[in-house]
């Protein structure tokens, strides 16, 4: 059973960090298209970034390059998040996911993503 667990969320000031951290139990983190969503208060659910270890494919939405990265630690399969230079309109749940392919296209519709994780809140505010 494939098992997601987020961790790392909380308030920060504008251009402050955070590195969210999600750990994954069930699957092989190499074989598996992994990444970020968020969920700002009444917007749908954006994909943020994906990374697929086995074939080096990465994603990362307009918004949050340059400021965000994705790295994982295999042996511990676990994936991070670190997030640089927030912005309000950062602020949202984040939630890790696993599917099958790490393409802009597959970010842009949520249920190519077949395991979320229950999701952690990031706040950004003064």
């Known amino acids: 059973e494939v098992q997601l667990v987020e961790s790392g969320g909380g308030l920060v000031q504008p251009g402050g960090s955070l590195r969210l951290s999600c750990a994954g139990t069930g699957f092989t983190f190499d074989d598996y298209a992994i990444g970020w969503f968020r969920q700002a208060p009444g917007k749908e659910r954006e994909g943020v970034g994906c990374v697929k270890i086995n074939d080096s494919s990465t994603y990362y939405v307009d918004s949050v390059k340059g400021r965000f990265s994705i790295s994982s630690d295999t042996a511990k399969n676990t994936l991070f998040l670190q997030m640089n230079s927030l912005k309000p309109e950062d602020t949202g749940v984040y939630y890790c996911?696993?599917?099958?392919?790490?393409?802009?296209?597959?970010?842009?519709?949520?249920?190519?993503?077949?395991?979320w994780g229950q999701g952690t809140q990031v706040a950004v505010s003064t």
């Open positions: 996911v696993v599917g099958l392919i790490c393409t802009e296209q597959a970010m842009g519709l949520p249920w190519s993503f077949d395991y």
